[in-house]
């Protein structure tokens, strides 16, 4: 269970990496995001190799495999990777692709990856981790969403008016599939 607590734990410096953000620190933002990320993969393997690796049920990585490639997908290439992680600036409202499907899709595909690790292996601890984390996960864009954003991305309350906050729709799918590429 140390894994799944560190995993929560991981979470904080990516508030820290959202006040420094704020306040427009500058190069200190992304040492934060990095330890915050960082720390959840390290948890992910944490929970995965604990008393030997094992999985019950292969089939279940190819799907967890594209949640995680769609994460890494809306968080490292769906917005500019140098303003929203490296640099303190304010950045335009991304609202094409799949955040036409939500504002925060990052979080739909975490717990999609979490929840098709958890089918691959099995574990209690990997449930446990799956439900704490995303809910981690929810709280800390629900705080950005608040808070952050606003101040930070230009058009946001418009983005907000037209896009879900989590759970798209289907009007947003189709937004998103026709907005893709």
């Known amino acids: 269970m140390i894994w799944v607590i560190g995993g929560c734990a991981a979470f904080l410096p990516l508030y820290v990496f959202d006040l420094l953000k704020m306040r427009r620190s500058g190069g200190k933002t992304g040492l934060f995001f990095a330890l915050g990320y960082g720390g959840i993969f390290v948890c ?18 190819l799907p967890g495999g594209a949640a995680f490639l769609m994460m890494t997908g809306a968080l490292f290439f769906a917005l500019p990777f140098s303003k929203t ?4 600036e304010t950045n335009q409202v991304v609202d094409v692709g799949l955040y036409a499907l939500c504002r925060h899709p990052g979080v739909l595909f975490f717990a999609l ?11 209690v601890t990997m449930l446990v981790a799956m439900f704490l984390w995303t809910a981690m996960d929810v709280l800390h864009v629900w705080v950005q969403d608040r808070w952050l954003f606003p ?12 896009t879900p906050f989590l759970i798209p729709t ?5 937004r998103c599939l026709k907005t893709l590429g």
């Not at 992910?44 to 690796?53: A, R, S």
């Not at 990856?113 to 691959?120: E, P, Q, R, S, T």
């Not at 289907?170 to 189709?174: E, I, L």
């Open 85 to 88: 992680y490296v640099k303190a």
């Open 170 to 174: 289907a009007a947003s799918f189709r």
């Open 113 to 123: 990856m979490y929840f098709f690790l958890w089918l691959a292996c099995g574990r």
């Open 44 to 61: 992910t393997m944490g929970v995965l190799f604990q008393n030997g690796f094992m999985l019950k049920q292969w089939g279940w990585l």
């Open 151 to 162: 101040k930070t991305l230009e058009g946001y309350g418009q983005y907000q008016q037209t």
